[in-house]
């Protein structure tokens, strides 16, 4: 059996074990507002928990934002930056770009989640359940609140990080991803001077996959 399809049946049987698992330790009297304590089958998910959420999602989180600088660093800088396909993949990378940062900005501008919550709990109780949030990390700090601003000056300021290390550490996407595309434009310029680079950045590519 090759190994695509091993690893395709074993997710699929994962998926169904998990379900029918699931139906065996479920306790109708507990409800998500408890403690995991309370619950009739709490040493089964607390053990479930280290296995699920901290090790193998966190393995998963560990490799995120490398991934996304490798793949893109290397897709761009292999394109050499001519011709029609370097033209159609920065294109592509901007557009999508573009089209997911405008949506999510409209949206917060638009709806202003959280406000509720905020109101419901107070300002400092807010801050600390958004604090670890994926839409905390790609928005600026006062995304929330400041919906009279530019959605331009917003989205500018959101691609164009002030330090790309600190942009990692906060798993920042969008400003990591903008520092890899230009990073790639760079490497695809300068032909055989920075090739030794582009072959680090592929070898990496390569390895970042099969870890995942």
Same mark, same amino acid.
């Given at each position: ?26 306790? *109708?009297?507990?409800?998500? !507002?408890?403690? %995991? ?43 050499? !930056? ?31 989640? !959280? ?24 928005? *600026? ?9 530019? %959605? ?61």
């Amino acid at each position: 059996m090759k190994l695509k399809t091993y690893e395709t049946y074993a997710t699929l049987i994962g998926l169904v074990a998990g379900i029918i698992y699931g139906q065996f330790i479920y306790d *109708p009297n507990w409800s998500h !507002g408890q403690l %995991l304590t309370a619950h009739l089958h709490a040493t089964e998910l607390s053990i479930l928990s280290i296995m699920g959420n901290t090790i193998f999602m966190g393995l998963l989180k560990m490799l995120i934002m490398p991934l996304i600088v490798v793949s893109v660093v290397s897709g761009i800088a292999s394109t050499n !930056g001519t011709g029609k396909i370097g033209t159609y993949t920065l294109l592509y990378y901007f557009a999508t770009m573009l089209i997911a940062v405008t949506v999510g900005l409209i949206l917060v501008t638009t709806f202003s989640p !959280g406000v509720a919550y905020r109101e419901s709990l107070g300002v400092a109780a807010l801050e600390s359940a958004v604090s670890g949030s994926s839409l905390s990390a790609s928005l *600026p700090e006062n995304a929330l609140t400041a919906n009279s601003d530019s %959605l331009v000056a917003r989205f500018i300021s959101m691609l164009i990080p002030e330090n790309l290390f600190g942009a990692l550490a906060k798993g920042e996407t969008l400003p990591v991803i903008m520092f890899s595309i230009f990073l790639g434009i760079v490497l695809s310029k300068m032909g055989k001077r920075a090739q030794s680079l582009r072959d680090i950045f592929d070898s990496l590519f390569a390895v970042l996959i099969n870890m995942v």
